[in-house]
Every structure is written in structure tokens, then in C-alpha cells.
């Protein structure tokens, strides 16, 4: 999973896993959907949730769940999720961003290029957790889906606004691989991610998801 899905998935897969195979040993892998896909393909992984991205004939995928970024900024920057902002606002800001070739930058960058403005972005890190350290200090601001942050927008470190005109989304599918069979374990954590992701969101345990 990548580590925003596993922020959220991990418990409720490990527990469901725990309870109906406890003689099964369960290995969650935290990674870019990037790295993710290429060793499912490889043999070296069983099932992964992956970000959206070219079908392969090498998988098969479902989609899971699609997921609202907004922007995001410290307490001081006093973003409100009643004011939304315009994503051609975003022109002139401090962005903090992943580097190129994360699926979150890509998105945001074919965004840019399809209303012909041009993002400035004076610091890229690819860990969530070192973005959310640089906008807590305030360094600038950042794009994200809500799940990885919620924490510090209850206790008040940090603040968010929707994003409108064009909103950022991106969608989650669950991938198995097409060329070899899946076994019985490995079916049985798909069905878990299906059935858990809505009862996930119908809770509000997943913010900003639909």
C-alpha cells in the first residue's frame, strides 16, 4: 500500500487477517505505487493498492475509492474549509511538493499544464511527514488528501482549504496479477480491502474519500 492507504488500512487488514488465518503470516509493504507495481508484476508481492494509473495487460485492477487533495498550510496560514481556493490562485504561492515522477506531483503538474500557468515550488520532499514538518513551520504550503493529516487538523497544527475551478482527485484500485494465480490468502485480502473501504468512509475514517 502506499503510505497514506496504510495510514488507514493497516489495522483493519492485520485484524480481519489476525482473526481468520492466526496460523498465516501477513506482510504489509509501505511503499510509492511506482515501486509497488513493479514487484507485484515480479512476483515478489501477492496484491497491492495502487494510485491509478495505465491499465497493464500483467493486472488486473479494481477501483477502490477516489480521494479529494486540498491545500494545505499551517495553523498561522488560517486556511478555512469554507473558502475555498481556486486552483489559478495557486500561481505565485510557496508550494512544497514531491519531487517529479510522484503520482501527486504528475497530477498536479498536468493540472498546471492544462489551464497554462505555472506552479512555484521552492522545496520538494517525497515523505509526507517531511512535507507536513515544513508546513508546520511555515515554510510554505502543500497538496494532499485529508487521511494523512487529520491528526493535526483536529489538534489545530494545521489548517486546509478545498480546491475548486479544477479539484485534484486520485483514485485507488486494488491490483492483482492477471499472468499467475492468486492464492486463497491473497483473495482473501482483497475481498477485506472491497468490503472495509466503505464502512471506512461511511464513518468519516477516511476523510475527503469517496
Not at 494523512?148 to 485534484?168: C, K, M, N, W, Y
Amino acid at each position: 500500500m502506499p503510505p497514506t492507504a496504510g495510514d488507514i488500512l493497516t489495522v483493519p487488514i492485520a485484524t480481519a487477517f489476525s482473526e481468520s488465518h492466526p496460523d498465516a503470516t501477513l506482510r504489509i509493504v509501505n511503499a510509492y505505487s511506482r515501486y509497488l507495481q513493479n514487484w507485484l508484476q515480479r512476483g515478489e508481492l501477492d496484491v497491492a493498492i495502487l494510485f491509478d494509473g495505465p491499465a497493464l495487460p500483467s493486472l488486473q485492477s479494481v477501483p477502490l475509492v477516489e480521494e479529494e487533495l486540498f491545500l494545505i498550510g499551517s495553523a498561522d496560514d488560517d486556511l478555512d474549509p469554507d473558502a475555498p481556493v481556486a486552483f489559478d490562485d495557486l500561481v505565485g504561492v510557496t508550494l512544497l511538493l514531491p519531487s517529479h515522477g510522484h503520482g501527486l506531483r504528475d497530477l498536479i503538474d498536468d493540472i498546471a499544464r492544462t489551464r497554462s500557468i505555472e506552479l512555484h515550488t521552492s522545496i520538494e520532499a517525497d515523505s509526507y511527514l517531511a512535507l507536513k514538518s515544513l508546513v508546520k513551520a511555515g515554510r510554505g504550503l502543500t497538496i494532499l488528501p485529508l487521511a494523512p493529516i487529520h491528526d493535526e487538523i483536529r489538534s489545530g497544527q494545521l489548517s486546509f482549504a478545498p480546491i475548486v475551478d479544477v479539484t485534484p482527485r486520485r483514485r485507488l484500485v486494488l491490483s492483482l496479477p492477471s499472468e499467475r494465480p492468486s492464492s486463497p490468502l491473497a483473495r482473501f485480502i482483497a475481498s477485506t480491502v472491497e468490503s472495509t473501504i466503505p464502512e471506512l468512509i461511511g464513518t468519516g475514517a477516511w476523510p475527503g474519500a469517496t
